[in-house]
């Protein structure tokens, strides 16, 4: 049976990975209803290294961050759906409303997160830094988004 990677098991995969003088990339993300949008930020995520590890929020930080009624698919469903993309390496599973938790433990060369975090604060950048890793934003496919997704289907 499937199962996300342990943050103990992505730590040390990450650890392999740099013994190598590989390029770990790290993302998180709620990931629910998954969508082209998120393929193509993914590939462009991974394009940036030599291994993509992908952090997805839990449901109870999902539902504390995007509402009641979120998220449509649980956690450990969205982690394989992630799993199962060809420029996914891994996929972990964490409860806190930040990644920063992962990133101390993997200690990625880049953390990549969405354009839209150029207009905001992204709450990791510290830590990213502090480890000596950097952030790269990535623009978003137009036109697609979950929000756009979810007020589609409600409109229908």
């Known amino acids: 049976m499937w199962r996300p990677h ?4 992505a730590r040390q995969l990450g650890a392999k990975l740099r013994q190598t003088g590989k390029t770990l990339v790290f993302t998180n993300g709620h990931f ?12 462009k995520a991974r394009a940036l290294g030599d291994a993509l590890i992908v952090g997805v929020n839990g ?7 995007k509402g009641q ?3 449509f698919v649980p956690a450990m469903q969205r982690a394989r759906l992630l799993a199962g993309l060809r420029c996914v390496d891994a996929v972990l599973v964490f409860a806190a409303d ?3 938790e992962p990133l101390r433990a993997l ?11 150029a207009r905001k ?3 990791e950048r510290a830590t990213v830094e502090a480890l000596g890793g950097r952030v790269e934003l990535i623009d978003f496919l137009p036109g697609h988004s979950t929000s756009a997704l979810i007020t589609k289907i409600r409109d229908s």
């Open 69 to 71: 009624g979120r998220p």
């Open 107 to 117: 200690q990625p060369d880049i953390y990549a997160k969405g354009g839209d975090y």
């Open 121 to 123: 604060p992204l709450p």
């Open 32 to 43: 629910d209803l998954l969508h082209v949008g998120h393929l193509d930020y993914l590939q």
């Open 59 to 65: 449901d109870q930080a999902t539902r504390r961050l």
């Open 6 to 9: 342990t943050l103990d098991e």
């Open 98 to 100: 930040t990644a920063d």
